[in-house]
């Protein structure tokens, strides 16, 4: 019996460390909901998240794409509450739709970092984003400066239902206000994507013989207006200007260094500061509720410096 004692303890002692390792080695599980991947600027925010969470090693990170679908972007996020994530990021496609499984979870105990586009309410852990109001803004007062505070503008919107959208009309229409020469004559909706502002595009080239700016909520739709244009032979009667200023040879910095767009403006993706919040959670840290992001005006000035040549 001794004998048996004696060995059961050294059993005992040689397992502990083994518990005690796979303790340690465990991961938090965060669940990714996207709002969509057909935006660049999207798939930039998943890299820079998947690129900054491999430097925590105890972070693992699972994706779901919600496709700009609001009933798959909920059920994407039911998916993950049943997977006993720890901590839930969010990008919601629309603010009321996805208000209630985002205060779920919340409530649930789950902190939630919710990116780029807000949910009705504070229902969350923290938000962030850049200031798309003031962007939109910003935008504005650029416009009415090349404009001479005079011109016929289109604008190509975003998908109706997110607040970057809403916010970046509401504070460029804010901006332009003080001009009454300058007129807003066609502001079809594009949701975000390229093609959708080229066909757009197309019927405001065909009702407008004459047009001074294209003001689009992102680049995507600022290239994709210009490119109508371009096929018409009317690009050199109209300026462009977008949103996003993403890097490389596709993004909206390279776009305003070859002469495709007038200017761009930087909206951060926070991929990074999300993934730095998120391990400041599972440290036990208080977060901001909220934690605004910088923008920077891209013209044909500092294009080829802010697309890093």
């Not at 050294?10 to 083994?18: G, N």
């Not at 919710?114 to 949910?119: E, F, S």
């Not at 935008?139 to 016929?152: F, T």
């Not at 004459?210 to 992102?218: E, G, M, P, Q």
Request: with cysteine; net charge neutral; glycine share 10%.
């Amino acid at each position: 019996m001794r004998r048996l004692t004696i060995v059961a303890a050294a059993l005992a002692l040689a397992l502990a460390p083994i518990g005690c390792g796979k303790a340690k080695s465990a991961k938090h599980l965060i669940g990714f909901s996207q709002c969509n991947l057909g935006e660049p600027w999207r798939v930039a925010m998943n890299a820079e998240v998947a690129a900054r969470a491999k430097d925590f090693p105890d972070l693992e990170v699972a994706f779901a794409d919600a496709q700009q679908d609001n009933a798959k972007q909920v059920a994407d996020v039911e998916n993950f509450l049943r997977q006993k994530i720890d901590l839930l990021m969010i990008s919601p496609n629309e603010a009321k739709p996805l208000t209630p499984i985002v205060k779920k979870a919340f409530e649930s105990g789950i902190p939630v970092i919710v990116l780029d586009r807000a949910i009705e309410g504070d229902t969350y852990t923290t938000f962030i984003g850049a200031d798309n109001k003031q962007i939109g803004m910003a935008a504005g007062a650029y416009v009415a400066k090349i404009l001479n505070g005079k011109g016929d503008i289109v604008e190509i919107k975003g998908l109706p239902g997110s607040p970057p959208a809403q916010d970046r009309s509401s504070g460029f229409r804010e901006a332009i206000a003080a001009y009454p020469g300058i007129r807003i004559v066609h502001d079809p909706v594009a949701n975000w994507l390229r093609e959708e502002a080229m066909a757009q595009m197309e019927s405001a080239l065909a009702a407008h013989d004459h047009i001074d700016l294209v003001y689009a909520h992102n680049d995507p739709m600022a290239i994709g207006a210009y490119l109508a244009a371009k096929a018409k032979g009317r690009d050199g009667e109209m300026k462009f200007v977008g949103i996003d200023g993403l890097p490389g040879l596709d993004g909206g910095r390279q776009a305003v260094a070859d002469g495709k767009l007038s200017a761009t403006f930087v909206y951060p993706t926070g991929g990074r500061e999300a993934v730095d919040a998120a391990e400041r959670i599972f440290k036990g840290e208080k977060v901001p509720h909220k934690i605004v992001l910088p923008t920077l005006m891209i013209t044909k000035e500092n294009a080829l410096a802010a697309a890093g040549k």
